[in-house]
């Protein structure tokens, strides 16, 4: 039992001094940090007042600088650079107006060519109209002349009919309601109607493709007055 005893005391010192020991080594590592901290601290500090006194003296200078009175040679030199300055901003300026006129000059050059595009334009319309007036006056000539002898069972020829192109462009009735008017040609020119004229042998095919090619065009033609 002594000999129990004397171990179990033996245990609890040893335990004891473990946990001394670990404490004793914490405080150490702490300690380390903290004076590794503080040095850090110190150093930053340190360059921060270095900076300090380095903006300082620099001001100073400067200040000196501007309070000194300057010397001849420094003061032409002081002038040649405002002269130069100013010189620079003055062609600057130049440079700036001159590209400013340059792109106005090719901006009224582009809208004096899109000006006189659409004037031609208008002018060739306007010729267009007063040809297409003409041909179309011709044509209705032409085309009554035809349907005399289609409603009277003559055998007219392909190449005498009067198709209702202007250098190969639709003619298209105007004045009035344009509308109407172009519906009244979509019957003139329906294949029902051409399918009960007589042709001569050989040309029936041939005149009712190129009538399925008017009476599409014509139909194109009312969708866009649609």
């Known amino acids: 039992a002594e000999r129990e005893s004397a171990a179990q005391s033996d245990a609890v010192k040893r335990e004891r001094l473990q946990k001394e020991f670990e404490v004793y080594e914490k405080s150490e590592e702490e300690m380390r940090a903290d004076q590794a901290r503080k040095k850090r601290e110190k150093m930053d500090a340190e360059e921060q007042e270095r900076e300090r006194i380095k903006r300082e003296r620099a001001e100073q200078r400067r200040k000196e600088e501007r309070e000194r009175p300057m010397t001849e040679k420094e003061r032409k030199e002081e002038e040649k650079k405002e002269w130069l300055k100013s010189e620079k901003m003055r062609k ?22 899109r000006d006189k595009a659409m004037k031609e334009e208008r ?34 020829p392909f190449d005498e009919i009067p198709w209702p192109f202007s250098n190969d462009r639709l003619l298209l009735p105007t004045g ?16 029902d109607t051409w399918a009960k004229y007589e042709f001569p042998e050989g040309d029936r095919s041939k005149v009712m493709d190129r009538v399925l090619e008017v009476s599409k065009d014509i139909n194109n033609a009312l969708a866009k007055y649609g």
């Open 176 to 191: 009035g309601d344009t509308r109407k008017n172009i519906k009244l040609w979509s019957r003139r020119w329906h294949p």
């Open 92 to 113: 600057d300026k130049e440079a700036r107006e001159k590209a400013e006129r340059e792109e106005e000059e090719r901006e009224r050059e582009a809208r004096d060519k």
């Open 123 to 156: 002018e060739r319309e306007k010729l267009r109209r007063v040809e297409d007036t003409a041909a179309l006056k011709v044509h209705e000539e032409r085309y009554s002349a035809f349907e005399v002898k289609a409603k009277a069972k003559v055998a007219v």
